[in-house]
C-alpha cells in the first residue's frame, strides 16, 4: 500500500454491515473482518474482473487471494474462502493519476453485488461517483497527493502532539 493510494472495501449491504461499530484503534481488525459471510461466490465477479483487469502475477500461483490490476496502481484484491466465496474485496485507486474507467467499473460491480463501500476511517457509503469523490476528498492519500510537504508537516504536528 502507497500514501497515494485510497483504499476502500466492498461489503454486501446487510444488517451485518450496518451494525459494525469502528474505531481508529480498531482499523486493522476492521480491515480484516469477515463482512461477506460467505455470500457471494467469486465467480459471480470473476470474468467481468479478469476480463477488465489482468491477475497480478504473484496471486496466479495462489488459490485463496486474487488480486487484479497493477499494484503500484489500482488494484483489486479479493481474499477466498475455500477457493469460492468471497471473504474480502479490498479495492487501492491511484490518485496521482485519475482513472475514470476504473472508478467506473468498481462502482458498477458494487451495485452488482449490492455493497456499500467503506472507507479507511470506516465511513459506509452508497456506491456514487458523489459519495466516493467526498471520501476520496478527505482522505489521507488525497491530502497527500494534494500537497505532500503540507501534509507531512500536518502529519508530524498530530504525531508531536500525540505523544
Given at each position: 500500500?502507497?500514501?497515494?493510494?485510497?483504499?476502500?472495501l466492498l461489503a454486501p449491504k446487510g444488517p451485518e454491515?450496518?451494525?459494525?461499530?469502528?474505531?481508529k484503534?480498531?482499523?486493522y481488525e476492521f480491515w480484516?473482518?469477515?463482512?461477506?459471510?460467505?455470500?457471494?461466490?467469486?465467480?459471480?465477479?470473476?470474468?467481468e474482473l479478469e476480463s477488465y483487469l489482468p491477475l497480478i502475477e504473484w496471486?496466479?500461483?495462489?488459490?485463496?487471494?486474487?488480486?487484479?490490476?497493477?499494484?503500484?496502481?489500482?488494484d483489486v484484491s479479493i481474499s477466498l474462502i475455500n477457493d469460492t466465496f468471497i471473504e474480502h474485496f479490498h479495492v487501492r485507486i491511484?490518485?496521482?493519476?485519475?482513472?475514470?474507467?476504473?472508478?467506473?467499473?468498481?462502482i458498477k460491480i458494487a451495485l452488482k453485488l449490492d455493497c456499500y463501500l467503506i472507507d479507511r476511517k470506516g465511513s459506509f457509503f452508497s456506491p456514487t461517483i458523489e459519495e466516493l469523490k467526498e471520501s476520496i476528498s478527505?482522505?489521507?492519500a488525497f491530502k497527500f497527493v494534494s500537497g505532500p510537504k503540507r501534509f507531512l508537516g500536518d502529519f508530524g504536528s498530530e504525531h508531536n502532539s500525540s505523544n
Open positions: 500500500m502507497a500514501i497515494y493510494q485510497y483504499n476502500l454491515v450496518l451494525s459494525y461499530e469502528f474505531s484503534d480498531q482499523e480484516d473482518h469477515d463482512f461477506w459471510k460467505a455470500s457471494h461466490e467469486y465467480s459471480e465477479v470473476m470474468l496471486s496466479k500461483n495462489t488459490t485463496d487471494l486474487r488480486s487484479l490490476g497493477d499494484d503500484d496502481k489500482n491511484d490518485l496521482r493519476e485519475i482513472d475514470q474507467e476504473f472508478i467506473d467499473f468498481i478527505q482522505s489521507d
